[in-house]
């Protein structure tokens, strides 16, 4: 590396990587049309995953109970169809602020004190959150779930059908506007603040940063995604079960994000894709102890390649260029 | 000279340990100030009070004749003081050049700033590429902290300070755990800074404190011993007695 031509700051440029990536997303229904559904899964999951991103991989705040906003989000559009307002653009917007309200009102709280106490924290909340939607039985359908939903055509024109080819385009098309929003955010004076943050947290007060008000706007935002990825859920499937705020879904992100590689936005959503079609494939194999499986390929990740899939491929890359720079 | 930073009857304990008692002290402008003394002196708490790392059981401290004896540590940075850390406090994964970029951007308030991209932002990288290079750290401006030799850490922890533009500076230990040889560098960029910054540090090799220093401090046991020129330091027989008595300082 040569001085301060070589200097490098992550810009706004897209990396080919990147577009190739993008262009498989959206061929993948091409290729598997008869997938759609799964891929929409995936795709939902994968927003989710990039909203817990945010907050673990570039803030440095563990969580446990990240289903909490998701579970506000998929209720509140499902509620919403249920009840008359079948339009889901809107819905997404109503879910976002439920989802951004659950989490600035529990953050005063959520992102305090360190790893243990934030993990025990956000598992509380969510824990609080799925019994009081399953004591609310009446408005939230309670075990049972929240069905009867009328989602209305996509901007008037796509009906949602049972293939779920209008399901994908659309979980595809607010998963990349999202995306594209964060990827402005984790780049901006914002981003490098919260990068900061997750590293020297200690020292950021001594810049002049208030850490606080800091991990509350990005918890927010976070929690704002993550109510998409609900309402998403909830319209593409007409249906709200009590498990969109089970413990077992914020465990499972985090275990997505881990083995896609946190703090890349990337990570979130190929470990969601791994996940889901590991699961899939697995189950399908044996539906009893597939969960086996998932168990040695997490432990071997976190062993031979930390930093997830993504990490592990910016190492081949390093070493790969490094020995050519030799 | 009018005192920029002074403090009144500043006490702080932990449990039993009375780590700073009654300390009241009085920082020149332009000052080139030393806080000498024994371990467990409590020369870093004494810090920590008056950057606000640590909230004080009694007393008060003003700055420029404002209490801000509660004030958060972030707000008295941007009133103009700031601090380095004796125990190398970094961003272990940013590089050199962005480490430096965040100081700068969270002075001019950009921090919050979500939408252009850090690396468009010219004028704060140009600055920050200026205080690389007035830190001899040009080489290393694309290295991430964690890859740094640590007496390049110890030089990256007084850019980060120096990009917040401080009036008032307080080092602790700036050239704690690096060679003598190297020492010397960190005090030649300290020596270079201008008048109008005022500078508070704690320093154990007395070459340097002596070197340095215009006025010295001594603190035992949590209280001011005595302060004075570094001539009537080192003639001072309380001062003698605490450093050799004791078989010297560790």
């Known amino acids: ?326 | 000279m009018s005192a920029v930073l002074r403090t009144e009857g500043l006490s702080r304990s932990w449990g039993a340990l009375q780590a700073v008692k009654e300390v009241s002290f009085a920082l020149q402008a332009g000052a080139r100030h030393a806080l000498i003394g024994p371990n467990g002196a409590g020369k870093t708490t004494l810090v920590n009070l008056l950057t606000g790392t640590v909230p004080p059981q009694a007393g008060n401290v003003f700055l420029d004749g404002d209490r801000i004896t509660h004030l958060p540590q972030h707000l008295r940075v941007k009133r103009g003081m700031t601090r380095t850390f004796q125990i190398t406090t970094l961003f272990p994964g940013l590089t050199v050049l962005e480490s430096v970029l965040l100081a700068i951007c969270e002075r001019k308030g950009l921090g919050a700033s979500w939408w252009r991209p850090v690396a468009r932002h010219a004028a704060e990288i140009d600055e920050a590429r200026r205080v690389v290079r007035d830190l001899q750290l040009e080489a290393e401006a694309d290295v991430p902290t964690r890859s740094l030799p640590y007496g390049k850490q110890r030089l990256l922890e007084i850019a980060v300070a120096l990009a917040s533009r401080p009036r008032v500076l307080l080092l602790d230990e700036p050239a704690a755990g690096i060679p003598v040889s190297e020492s010397a560098e960190v005090f030649g960029v300290l020596a270079s800074l201008p008048r109008d910054v005022t500078i508070l540090f704690i320093e154990h090799d007395m070459n340097l404190v002596f070197r340095f220093a215009e006025r010295i401090t001594v603190l035992v046991e949590g209280s001011i011993l005595v302060e004075g020129t570094p001539q009537e330091i080192a003639a001072d027989a309380r001062v003698r007695e605490v450093y050799l008595g004791e078989g010297g300082h560790g």
Do not use: K
């Open chain 1, 1 to 326: 590396m040569s001085g301060f031509a070589a200097v490098r700051l992550p810009d706004a440029r897209w990396h080919p990587a990147e577009v190739a990536f993008w262009v498989a997303l959206a061929a993948a229904p091409f290729v598997f049309p008869g997938h759609l559904v799964l891929g929409s899964q995936v795709l939902i999951t994968g927003l989710f995953a990039l909203s817990l991103d945010l907050i673990l991989g570039y803030a440095g705040i563990v969580s446990l109970g990240h289903a909490a906003m998701f579970g506000a989000g998929a209720y509140t559009a499902g509620l919403l169809a249920r009840h008359g307002w079948g339009e889901p653009l809107s819905g997404l917007a109503a879910a976002a602020v439920a989802g951004a309200a659950i989490a600035w009102a529990t953050s005063f709280i959520a992102v305090r004190g360190g790893d243990l106490t934030r993990l025990m924290v956000t598992l509380g909340i969510g824990l609080m959150l799925y019994e009081a939607a399953n004591q609310a039985a009446r408005v939230t359908g309670g075990v049972d779930g929240l069905s009867d939903m009328a989602v209305r055509d996509l901007l008037g024109v796509f009906p949602f059908d049972l293939a779920g080819r209008t399901a994908y385009v659309y979980s595809f098309a607010v998963l990349f506007a999202v995306f594209l929003v964060c990827r402005r955010i984790v780049r901006s004076p914002f981003g490098l603040s919260l990068r900061g943050i997750r590293d020297g947290a200690r020292r950021m007060p001594a810049l002049g940063s208030p850490v606080r008000r800091r991990l509350i706007a990005i918890y927010s935002v976070s929690g704002a995604i993550a109510g998409i990825a609900g309402a998403l859920l909830a319209q593409t499937t007409q249906f709200v079960g009590l498990e969109v705020l089970g413990f077992a879904r914020s465990a499972d992100l985090l275990v997505m994000l881990v083995l896609g590689g946190a703090g890349w936005l990337y990570g979130g959503l190929i470990g969601a894709a791994l996940f889901m079609v590991a699961q899939n494939q697995l189950s399908s194999m044996n539906p009893v102890y597939w969960q086996f499986w998932l168990g040695l390929l997490l432990v071997a990740m976190v062993f031979v390649a930390r930093g997830g899939v993504v990490g592990a491929i910016g190492l081949a890359r390093e070493r790969i260029l490094g020995r050519a720079a030799r």
